[in-house]
């Protein structure tokens, strides 16, 4: 794969998920007043937060934040997450 079409963590956390047939949901929180909103992210599994980011300057990032934490607590859990990362 070319350096321009590298995936998303959230594409590779997707990859994988779909691989063992789990299922997880994004939330998305702004943060601060309207005129320079932050915004959070949690990836949940099972109902357990897996994947948490920092305050970040936008939603998308917000949301890779988030899916990086999960791929890496995923890895931690035994799960082989680096065939996608390839």
Not at 18 to 44: A, I, M
Not at 65 to 76: K, N
């Amino acid at each position: 794969m070319s350096s321009d079409q590298q995936r998303s963590y959230r594409q590779i956390l997707a990859a994988v998920m779909q691989r063992y047939r789990l299922t997880g949901t994004y939330t998305v929180s702004p943060w601060g007043p309207d005129h320079e909103t932050k915004w959070t992210c949690t990836f949940k599994y099972n109902e357990q937060v897996i994947g948490q980011s920092p305050q970040c300057n936008t939603k998308a990032e917000a949301k890779e934040a988030a899916a990086w934490a999960a791929l890496t607590w995923l890895a931690a859990q035994g799960f082989d997450v680096s065939y996608a990362l390839s």
